[in-house]
C-alpha cells in the first residue's frame, strides 16, 4: 500500500484518528528500558496502563512511571484491570482521569480469576455509568454477539473483544463468533487478549477487525522490542490484505500462465 493510501486509512476511535492499528500494554517488561525500547520501535497508537499497577499510594513511584509515559508522547489508555464490581470500575476510572488527565478508558471489569473472563452481565451497566461520565469507554469483552451489541446501544463507540484468555498466546479460538461478530458489529472492534504470534494478528486484521491490543505475546519474548516490531508489520500487512480484497477461494486448480500464444499441441 501506499504512502498516501495509507494516510487515508488510518483508525479512528471516538472521532480521533491514530496512524497505527496496534496498542501496546506496559506490563510484564523485564524492565522499564526494555519497555521504552519497544514503543520505540513499533510506535504504537496506544498505550495502556494500569491505574493500580502504579501504586498511587506511592507518589514518587507514581509519578516516576507517569514521567516516562509523557516522554514517549504517545497516547495512554488508562484501564481498569483488577476489578471485579461495577462500583470498583467507575472509582478506578475516575481517579485514573485525575492521574493521567485523560478520558479514555479501556474498561475491564472481571467476572472469573481463573480465565479473567470478562463479567458479561455487569459490564453493560458499568459501561452505560462511564459513557454518562463523560468517559471514552473502550469495553475489554468476549465475542458474544448479543454483549456487544448491547455494549453498543449504551454508547460505546469502539470495542475489544478477546481472542482467547488474557496471556494465553492461543490465537483466535472461535474464528466463526469473531467473524460474525464483525460481520454483524460496526463499529471499530480491536482484538485484545490471547494473541500469541504476529500472524495470530495478521489474521483478525485480514478479517477487518480494525486494530490489535497486545502485552504479554511482546513484554514476555527473547526479544521485546524486536517481536512488537513484528507485531506492527503483521498488523499493517493483515490490513492492507483486507482492504485490498483477497481473491475468492477456489476447489480445483487454476492455471496461473495464460497459454495464448502456446502451440496448439500444448494445449491439449
Known amino acids: 500500500m501506499s504512502d498516501k493510501s495509507q494516510d487515508a486509512d488510518l483508525l479512528t476511535l471516538y472521532g480521533e484518528t491514530f496512524a497505527s492499528r496496534l496498542l501496546l500494554g506496559t506490563s510484564r517488561y523485564p524492565s522499564p528500558q526494555v519497555l521504552s525500547d519497544a514503543v520505540a520501535q513499533s510506535k504504537p497508537a496506544m498505550l495502556t496502563a494500569s491505574l493500580r499497577r502504579q501504586n498511587v499510594s506511592d507518589p514518587e513511584t507514581s509519578n516516576r512511571f507517569w514521567d516516562m509515559l509523557r516522554s514517549w508522547n504517545v497516547p495512554v489508555l488508562p484501564n481498569t484491570a483488577g476489578c471485579h464490581r461495577v462500583q470498583e470500575v467507575v472509582t478506578t476510572a475516575q481517579m485514573a482521569r485525575e492521574v493521567f488527565n485523560t478520558s479514555w478508558v479501556k474498561l475491564e471489569l472481571i467476572g472469573d480469576d481463573y480465565t479473567l473472563q470478562p463479567d458479561t452481565l455487569n459490564l453493560v451497566e458499568a459501561a452505560n455509568i462511564l459513557i454518562k461520565d463523560g468517559f471514552k469507554v473502550l469495553p475489554y469483552c468476549t465475542e458474544d454477539l448479543v454483549l456487544c451489541q448491547r455494549l453498543v446501544d449504551v454508547g460505546c463507540q469502539a470495542l475489544m473483544p478477546w481472542a482467547a484468555p488474557i496471556g494465553t498466546g492461543k490465537g483466535p479460538i472461535n474464528a466463526y463468533a469473531l467473524r460474525v461478530l464483525r460481520e454483524r458489529i460496526t463499529v471499530p472492534l480491536i482484538v485484545d487478549a490471547g494473541l500469541g504470534l504476529p500472524s495470530h494478528a495478521c489474521q483478525v486484521m485480514e478479517w477487518g477487525f480494525d486494530a490489535v491490543l497486545l502485552n504479554t505475546a511482546?513484554?514476555?519474548?527473547?526479544?521485546?522490542?524486536?517481536?512488537?516490531?513484528?507485531?506492527?508489520?503483521?498488523?499493517?500487512?493483515?490490513?492492507?490484505?483486507h482492504v485490498s480484497g483477497a481473491m475468492q477461494e477456489q476447489q480445483s486448480a487454476q492455471a496461473s500462465t495464460p497459454l495464448l500464444g502456446m502451440p496448439f499441441w500444448h494445449q491439449a
Not at 218 to 241: E, I, K
Open 218 to 241: 511482546v513484554a514476555l519474548a527473547q526479544n521485546p522490542a524486536r517481536m512488537a516490531c513484528a507485531f506492527a508489520a503483521a498488523t499493517q500487512a493483515g490490513r492492507d490484505a
